[in-house]
T-cell receptor, first 112, second 115 residues
């Protein structure tokens, strides 16, 4: 069965650079969620989209933005990267009346 | 305030021992979902179980079992006859479908199974 696809799996950026993370949800899932997991921490909710509209917002920094496109994939754009942005970034999708999530394998971002 | 509390930060057991991971949650919603995820060193979040608030039946899946008690707002996870491959961080999570459906994770319990 198709899963949530995240790309890239690993990303190394320098301070003040920008990064774009991509998420391809399970087919027919209309909702996408982004989470950030710092080292030794639990995942923290950043933002979610339903039917291409932002549906909920968590602790997402102003330097970050995200959107969901017409094909339901989503991108998380991160600018002016800081060392503290180094984390695992998870995308999850849900839909079709199922209230659970399916998580992607995550993107490990390292800012140096 | 933390909606999901996992009081055990780290647990070490010897292989073949049983171990219970505690999870206490807090919600005002009558409809909610509880989850357990396993996060091995490779980092991915592996889904273990989902339980909705209307189903208090305990569940067993192989060496894993879950005890859901609404009266104490707990959703504990027991691994029977632990194995080295069970070593991982385990997260309990809560979602409230009527208020955004975002996940609230506990802080995780790091389980080490010693051979």
């Amino acid at each position: 069965a198709a899963g949530v696809i995240q790309s890239p799996r690993h990303l190394i950026k320098e301070k003040r650079e920008t990064a774009t993370l991509k998420c391809y949800p399970i087919p027919r899932h209309d909702t996408v969620y982004w989470y950030q997991q710092g080292p030794g921490q639990d995942p923290q909710f950043l933002i979610s989209f339903y039917e291409k509209m932002q549906s909920d917002k968590g602790s997402i920094p102003d330097r970050f933005s995200a959107q969901q496109f017409s094909d339901y994939h989503s991108e998380l754009n991160m600018s002016s990267l800081e060392l503290g942005d180094s984390a695992l970034y998870f995308c999850a999708s849900s839909g079709g009346g199922y209230y659970g999530y399916t998580f992607g394998s995550g993107t490990r971002l390292t800012v140096v | 305030a933390q909606k999901v509390t996992q009081a055990q930060t780290e647990i070490s057991v010897v292989e073949k021992e049983d171990v219970t991971l505690d999870c206490v949650y807090e919600t005002r919603d009558t409809t909610y979902y509880l989850f357990w995820y396993k996060q091995p060193p490779s980092g991915e979040l592996v889904f273990l179980i989902r339980r909705n608030s209307f189903d208090e039946q305990n569940e067993i899946s192989g060496r894993y079992s879950w005890n859901f008690q609404k009266s104490t707002s707990s959703f504990n996870f027991t691994i029977t006859a632990s194995q080295v491959v069970d070593s991982a961080v385990y997260f309990c999570a809560l979602s409230e479908p009527n208020t955004g459906n975002q996940f609230y994770f506990g802080t995780g319990t790091s389980l080490t199974v010693i051979p």
